[in-house]
């Protein structure tokens, strides 16, 4: 019954589906919601379907004068430099993984929290602590970088100091390539567990208190409320966000990466990924077309994860698939 | 009614009052004799594609009074579209791409603006003799035929070159004379030299770091790599690729390509000596990794060392002297130990015409008078006399006592696409006597640039340069700032990378090329 209800919470279900369904009755039905997305689907339209024959540049050699329609084809040739290079199987690890580390950690991290602030009565506490785990997330990526090398390097770092004041050695981070994976997972969830908090919070807010309260009486502590109605009731969100997290799967968080490592290529081996590759391959030669090819090629892969997931999705629970 | 009668009296008046002040710019030089026969009856606005930061000095000021002559002149006036020093490659190459015709005047350069693979792309017009004759003509007739031959692709000029402008922009290590004198040194005059140096700084100067190298994306390997390169084997850097792996053997043998990278001891020595100094500490521990202002940390005293070229000396040298009295900053340049020194380019700077430029006619005018009009130079190179410059008694260029800094009170074109010996001015603020001291020394053993006539054409080679250059990129800063374990080692998987990443099928296609000009 309580997950029924908590089904009843997805607008989805104002679709009318059967055979009684017309196109004309439902936009009316429905005038407002859809009028409320009008702005969602106008940027989409500008600023991601219209570019979408762009894509073609990924298979010319651009000419500027020309423009994009005007320049030669060349077929596959733009996309022969990722796969010669010897790196893809390198480079697709390491962005994957750093992918799924930040997907797992970073639904889980802000699940978590979620729930905690959720527990919390102190309204004025649940504030300061969520705009306090918010504001890194404002904080540009060189900045952060900045920030780190400012803490952990070796010389001057404020926690090398700190380390060296109690007689320790500061390990030499800037030369260690294993380490980067947990200094680069570590500042991801600094920056972006308050903004997945918020999210969560804000699902958590949008089911019905008065489940909550029927739980109680029925004699519930807070652990099994968590477990039988808030989690439950967060399953269609956290679905939904892992979903569309699959499509950038094969696509790397190029200004984390970039201004971190930088050009220190002692890390390479453990936080290349295809974005920081292909920028250090091409930024001498500025080969948009070649640029376009992998970006186009990472598109197609993301699509092809989405719908891959999506089935295995619809397959299990269709109710909470994307489509 | 009486308001508008009297609105139109004003205008009349105003008109009448603009009269003579115009009349008086037009008389001073008449400048349709410099364009005979040339209609400028529309007036036109012109947009310059500049590289430098947006100035928050007295530009605007300087830019108005050139619009308003150059309106009197030729009718147009000049907008600046600044390429901010923040990522500006990218920023002027996509600029450059996203060509719409809103973009007029480009400065350019063949070494550091790519200015050969964006006219293979098309981003510049080509210009016939006839144009350049009728639009650009004290520019045409002072640039020699010879000159002009350098400035063509595929038979068709594209870029104006700044042929008339002695510089020298050769790279080496700025040092403190003091400190090289302390430590019994008669000036540095080889790697080895700086390595005594440095071993001295930091030996007798706790708080000072040798060189506080900002390693960070490093720049410097391209530097480092070929300054070792041409001082220990006397091989010459040949621009316009993307990656610098490409020299000549020798000055003596200059088109037969070096094998520097591929095999030998000089680069496994270069390895083993950035290694040795990496660990005694001249530059910080995470160098790679660091984003400080090493210019501006020398003039604090806080580093030894800073790895630039001649002019930046030239004009460090004085200002360093003026905050630390003695500093005495000298110069070693890399390529000194083989006397091994090309002349600068003359395409180091250059002027290029949008291919979308609706008014590619007037650019060409506004940029003939800039260059060669007294006026006009002046204005744009040292600002508006009185205000930002003036000439002393020995016809040195002077700034007034008034003219503190040149971010509040000067004036900043960066016109590097045309600067004119003829119309230059000495500045007052210049240890020439140090300059001309060095500067003769390279006069002495200087070579003209061997490989004027070739704009290489990497078409056929495109994937193993980018290749090319995700190895070098990834291997040379380590080598560089000595952070390989075994530097030995890392050469030869450096050697091994490159081979991989096809620097042979790369080396014969551009020693092919080099064939077909010079063999």
Same mark, same amino acid.
């Given at each position: 019954?309580?997950?029924?209800?908590?089904?009843?919470?997805d607008?989805?279900?104002?679709?009318?589906?059967?055979?009684?369904?017309?196109?004309?009755k439902?936009?009316?039905?429905?005038?407002?919601?859809?009028?409320?997305?009008?702005?969602?689907?106008?940027?989409?339209?500008?600023?991601?379907?219209?570019?979408?024959?762009?894509?073609y540049?990924?298979?010319?050699?651009?000419?500027?004068?020309?423009?994009?329609?005007?320049?030669?084809?060349?077929? !596959?040739?733009?996309?022969a430099?990722?796969?010669?290079?010897?790196?893809?199987t390198?480079? /697709?690890r390491?962005?994957?993984?750093?992918?799924?580390?930040?997907i797992?950690?970073?639904?889980?991290?802000?699940?978590?929290?979620? @729930?905690?602030?959720?527990?919390?009565? #102190?309204?004025?506490?649940?504030?300061?602590?969520?705009?306090?785990?918010?504001?890194?997330?404002?904080?540009?990526?060189?900045?952060?970088?900045?920030?780190?090398?400012?803490?952990?390097?070796?010389?001057?770092?404020?926690?090398?100091?700190?380390?060296?004041?109690?007689?320790?050695?500061?390990?030499?981070?800037?030369?260690q390539?294993?380490? !980067?994976?947990?200094?680069?997972?570590?500042?991801?969830? !600094?920056?972006?567990?308050?903004?997945?908090?918020?999210?969560?919070?804000? #699902?958590?807010?949008?089911?019905?208190?008065?489940?909550?309260?029927?739980?109680k009486?029925?004699?519930?502590?807070?652990?099994?409320r @968590?477990?039988? @109605?808030?989690?439950?009731?967060?399953?269609?969100?956290?679905?939904?966000?892992?979903l569309?997290?699959?499509?950038?799967?094969?696509?790397?968080?190029?200004?984390?990466?970039?201004?971190?490592?930088?050009?220190?290529?002692? /890390?390479?081996?453990?936080?290349?990924?295809?974005?920081?590759?292909?920028?250090?391959?091409?930024?001498?030669?500025?080969?948009?077309?070649?640029?376009?090819?992998?970006?186009?090629f990472?598109?197609?892969?993301?699509?092809?994860?989405?719908?891959?997931?999506?089935?295995?999705?619809?397959?299990?629970?269709?109710?909470?698939?994307?489509? | 009614?009486?308001?508008?009668?009297?609105?139109?009296?004003?205008?009349?008046?105003?008109?009448?009052?603009?009269v003579?002040?115009?009349?008086?710019?037009?008389?001073? *030089?008449?400048?349709?004799?410099?364009?005979p026969?040339?209609?400028?009856?529309?007036?036109?606005?012109?947009?310059w594609?500049?590289?430098?930061?947006?100035?928050?000095?007295?530009?605007?000021?300087?830019?108005?009074?050139?619009?308003?002559?150059?309106?009197?002149?030729?009718?147009?006036?000049?907008?600046?579209?600044?390429?901010?020093?923040?990522?500006?490659?990218?920023?002027?190459?996509?600029?450059?791409?996203? =060509?719409?015709?809103?973009?007029?005047?480009?400065?350019?350069?063949?070494?550091?603006? $790519?200015?050969?693979?964006?006219? %293979?792309?098309?981003?510049?017009?080509?210009?016939?003799?006839?144009m350049?004759?009728?639009?650009?003509?004290?520019?045409?007739?002072?640039?020699? %035929?010879?000159?002009?031959?350098?400035?063509?692709?595929?038979?068709?000029?594209?870029?104006?070159?700044?042929? +008339?402008?002695?510089?020298?922009?050769?790279?080496?290590?700025?040092?403190?004379?003091?400190?090289?004198?302390?430590?019994?040194?008669?000036?540095?005059?080889?790697?080895? $030299?700086?390595?005594?140096?440095?071993?001295?700084?930091?030996?007798?100067?706790?708080?000072?770091?040798?060189?506080?190298?900002?390693?960070?994306?490093?720049?410097?390997?391209?530097?480092?790599?070929?300054?070792?390169?041409?001082?220990?084997?006397?091989?010459? &850097?040949?621009?316009?690729?993307?990656?610098?792996?490409?020299?000549?053997?020798?000055?003596?043998?200059?088109?037969?390509?070096?094998?520097?990278?591929?095999?030998?001891?000089?680069? *496994?020595?270069?390895?083993t000596?950035?290694?040795?100094?990496?660990?005694?500490?001249?530059?910080?521990?995470?160098?790679?990794?660091?984003?400080? $202002? *090493?210019?501006?940390?020398?003039?604090?005293?806080?580093?030894?060392?800073?790895?630039?070229?001649?002019?930046?000396?030239?004009?460090?040298?004085? +200002?360093?002297?003026?905050?630390?009295?003695?500093?005495? *900053?000298?110069f070693?340049?890399?390529?000194?130990?083989?006397?091994t020194?090309?002349?600068?380019?003359?395409?180091?700077?250059?002027?290029?015409?949008?291919? %979308?430029?609706?008014?590619?006619?007037?650019?060409?005018m506004a940029?003939?008078?800039?260059? &060669?009009d007294?006026?006009?130079?002046?204005?744009? +190179?040292?600002?508006m006399?009185?205000? =930002?410059?003036?000439?002393?008694?020995?016809?040195?260029m002077?700034?007034?006592?008034?003219?503190?800094?040149e971010?509040?009170?000067?004036?900043?074109? +960066?016109?590097?696409?045309?600067? &004119?010996?003829?119309?230059?001015?000495?500045?007052?603020?210049?240890?020439?006597?140090?300059?001309?001291?060095?500067?003769?020394?390279?006069?002495?053993?200087?070579?003209?640039?061997?490989?004027?006539?070739?704009?290489?054409?990497t078409?056929?080679?495109?994937?193993?340069?980018?290749?090319?250059?995700?190895?070098?990129r990834?291997?040379?800063?380590?080598?560089?700032?000595?952070?390989?374990?075994?530097?030995?080692?890392?050469?030869?998987?450096?050697? %091994?990378?490159?081979?991989?990443?096809?620097?042979?099928?790369?080396?014969?296609?551009?020693?092919?090329?080099?064939?077909?000009?010079?063999?």
């Amino acid at each position: 019954m309580l997950q029924k209800r908590a089904l009843m919470n997805d607008t989805r279900l104002l679709v009318p589906t059967g055979s009684g369904y017309s196109l004309r009755k439902s936009l009316r039905q429905n005038r407002t919601l859809i009028l409320m997305c009008i702005p969602a689907i106008v940027f989409f339209f500008l600023f991601c379907y219209l570019p979408m024959p762009g894509a073609y540049i990924a298979f010319t050699k651009f000419n500027y004068n020309k423009g994009i329609f005007g320049s030669p084809f060349v077929g !596959w040739k733009n996309f022969a430099f990722l796969f010669t290079s010897g790196q893809l199987t390198l480079l /697709l690890r390491n962005t994957v993984l750093y992918n799924i580390a930040f997907i797992l950690l970073g639904n889980f991290i802000p699940l978590l929290c979620a @729930i905690l602030l959720n527990e919390i009565q #102190a309204s004025w506490f649940r504030k300061v602590t969520q705009s306090i785990m918010f504001l890194p997330y404002f904080i540009s990526a060189v900045l952060v970088s900045l920030l780190v090398y400012n803490m952990i390097n070796y010389d001057y770092g404020f926690i090398s100091n700190i380390v060296r004041q109690f007689g320790g050695a500061m390990p030499k981070y800037y030369s260690q390539p294993g380490a !980067w994976p947990f200094i680069i997972v570590l500042v991801y969830l !600094w920056q972006n567990v308050g903004y997945g908090t918020v999210i969560y919070f804000a #699902a958590i807010t949008n089911i019905d208190t008065s489940m909550i309260e029927a739980a109680k009486v029925d004699g519930a502590n807070g652990f099994q409320r @968590i477990r039988y @109605i808030i989690l439950p009731c967060l399953k269609s969100t956290l679905v939904i966000l892992l979903l569309f997290a699959m499509g950038n799967i094969v696509k790397g968080n190029f200004g984390l990466f970039y201004n971190l490592v930088g050009g220190n290529s002692l /890390l390479f081996g453990t936080t290349d990924i295809i974005e920081t590759y292909v920028y250090r391959a091409l930024m001498n030669n500025f080969n948009f077309s070649q640029g376009s090819a992998v970006g186009l090629f990472q598109s197609v892969v993301g699509f092809v994860i989405v719908l891959v997931a999506n089935g295995i999705v619809k397959r299990i629970e269709p109710d909470y698939s994307l489509f | 009614m009486a308001k508008k009668i009297a609105s139109l009296l004003l205008a009349f008046v105003l008109a009448l009052g603009l009269v003579p002040a115009m009349a008086e710019t037009a008389d001073a *030089v008449d400048y349709t004799q410099w364009f005979p026969g040339v209609d400028t009856s529309e007036h036109v606005v012109l947009t310059w594609l500049v590289t430098g930061n947006i100035p928050t000095n007295q530009t605007n000021e300087a830019l108005a009074i050139l619009n308003e002559k150059l309106t009197a002149a030729i009718n147009a006036e000049i907008q600046i579209e600044w390429i901010e020093w923040t990522d500006w490659q990218t920023k002027y190459n996509l600029a450059l791409a996203m =060509q719409d015709g809103t973009v007029d005047m480009i400065g350019t350069a063949t070494d550091w603006l $790519d200015a050969w693979p964006n006219t %293979q792309k098309g981003a510049f017009l080509p210009m016939s003799v006839e144009m350049l004759q009728t639009y650009c003509p004290q520019t045409y007739a002072s640039v020699s %035929q010879e000159h002009w031959d350098l400035c063509k692709y595929e038979g068709d000029i594209y870029l104006i070159p700044e042929d +008339n402008y002695a510089q020298w922009t050769n790279h080496g290590f700025l040092y403190r004379g003091d400190y090289a004198a302390e430590a019994g040194l008669d000036g540095i005059h080889s790697w080895e $030299d700086m390595g005594v140096f440095f071993q001295y700084v930091k030996d007798n100067y706790p708080d000072v770091i040798p060189w506080d190298a900002d390693g960070s994306g490093s720049s410097y390997s391209d530097q480092m790599l070929g300054g070792w390169l041409s001082s220990k084997t006397g091989g010459i &850097n040949i621009e316009g690729f993307s990656v610098p792996l490409f020299f000549g053997a020798s000055t003596a043998d200059p088109y037969t390509l070096s094998t520097f990278f591929l095999e030998g001891d000089a680069l *496994v020595d270069f390895a083993t000596l950035m290694k040795s100094w990496s660990e005694a500490g001249y530059w910080r521990e995470d160098v790679l990794n660091y984003t400080g $202002d *090493v210019k501006a940390e020398m003039k604090e005293g806080l580093t030894a060392a800073n790895q630039h070229h001649t002019q930046t000396w030239k004009t460090e040298r004085y +200002n360093i002297e003026k905050l630390i009295p003695g500093s005495d *900053v000298g110069f070693f340049w890399f390529g000194e130990e083989s006397q091994t020194l090309v002349s600068l380019n003359i395409t180091h700077g250059a002027l290029a015409i949008a291919a %979308q430029s609706d008014a590619p006619e007037r650019a060409l005018m506004a940029y003939d008078l800039i260059r &060669n009009d007294p006026t006009f130079y002046r204005l744009v +190179n040292y600002g508006m006399e009185g205000q =930002q410059y003036y000439v002393d008694e020995n016809g040195f260029m002077a700034r007034p006592d008034t003219y503190l800094d040149e971010s509040v009170q000067g004036v900043t074109f +960066n016109f590097w696409w045309g600067r &004119n010996d003829n119309l230059e001015l000495r500045s007052a603020v210049v240890d020439w006597e140090a300059y001309d001291a060095l500067t003769a020394v390279y006069d002495a053993v200087k070579i003209d640039y061997p490989y004027g006539q070739v704009v290489f054409n990497t078409d056929e080679i495109s994937v193993e340069m980018d290749n090319l250059s995700n190895v070098f990129r990834t291997y040379a800063p380590v080598i560089c700032f000595g952070k390989a374990e075994d530097p030995v080692a890392y050469v030869a998987e450096f050697r %091994q990378a490159l081979k991989d990443a096809g620097i042979d099928a790369a080396m014969a296609s551009v020693q092919a090329q080099i064939d077909a000009v010079y063999k």
